[in-house]
């Protein structure tokens, strides 16, 4: 008799603990797939919005320390740590704040974001490289270096002229205050300077003789700092050397 009231008080408890492991997978489960629907969102795009999601659920966002709106509303620009311009996701900063796992690759699906803040928190494996350009959002003045370059390698930009004529660009992020670099060409050294808010990209014409230049970024000012690639090459291809370029180019594609 006792061994029988035993085996049923075991049965019970044996019951009682699957239904409660049942139970927490269900909820854990119904979290996730509680998820709110980005094809609902008006306030950017449903690739952001999405993005975004899956940086909360690659990081465990439901342990994060504050994770106000995440997952719950469908306005994301008023999730903490979210910032809106345009129609698009301006800012993210989630320093501090007990993020854990990976950065997704879709993170680099937030096309018009300015900066990026994830420090201080807890991940495994690589960031995407294509957040390494974007400067902290606790430096709001940005980064400043070379844009539109013909090819690039690590830290160097490097333009092909046209005819003798090359037409480099040097671009912000950020945009809060006035900030200016020097460009350094030929021991020749030149300002470019942006106003409160502007976050254009400053193109300036070069004539080349020889067969090729180098140009430095140096001294930002405003609290601006200096971003990759901050060096330029400038190449000066004669019209039948850079049909061959062209073609040796197509052939590695192929």
Same mark, same amino acid.
């Given at each position: ?82 910032? %809106? ?6 800012? $993210?900063? *989630? /320093? =501090? +704040? @007990?993020?854990?796992?990976? !950065? &997704?690759?879709? #993170? %680099? ?6 900066? $990026?803040? *994830? /420090? =201080? +928190? @807890?991940?495994?494996?690589? !960031? &995407?490289?294509? #957040? ?123």
């Amino acid at each position: 008799m006792k061994h029988k009231v035993l085996f049923k008080l075991f049965s019970l408890i044996s019951v009682a603990l699957f239904l409660s492991i049942v139970g927490a997978k269900a909820e854990e489960l119904g979290s996730y797939y509680d998820a709110i629907d980005c094809a609902t969102v008006t306030e950017i795009p449903v690739m952001e919005c999405e993005a975004l999601i899956d940086l909360y659920y690659s990081t465990d966002g439901a342990n994060w320390n504050n994770n106000t709106g995440w997952n719950v509303t469908s306005t994301p620009c008023s999730w903490y740590g979210v910032t %809106c311009g345009g129609g698009h996701v301006s800012k $993210l900063n *989630l /320093s =501090n +704040n @007990q993020l854990t796992g990976s !950065i &997704p690759t879709e #993170l %680099c699906d937030l096309n018009n974001l300015e900066c $990026l803040d *994830l /420090s =201080n +928190n @807890q991940f495994s494996g690589p !960031i &995407p490289a294509c #957040l390494d350009h974007l400067p902290p959002c606790s430096n709001p003045a940005g980064l400043i270096f070379f844009s539109s370059c013909t090819y690039s390698a690590e830290d160097i930009c490097i333009y092909i002229a046209e005819n003798g004529q090359a037409t480099p660009v040097v671009k912000r992020t950020g945009g809060d205050g006035a900030v200016s670099v020097d460009i350094i060409i030929d021991d020749i050294t030149n300002i470019l300077s942006w106003s409160d808010g502007d976050t254009s990209g400053k193109a300036f014409a070069i004539e080349i003789v020889d067969e090729m230049l180098i140009a430095h970024l140096y001294n930002p000012t405003g609290g601006a700092e200096l971003g990759l690639p901050n060096i330029a090459v400038i190449i000066n291809i004669p019209p039948t050397n850079r049909k061959q370029v062209t073609e040796i180019k197509k052939n590695e594609r192929n």
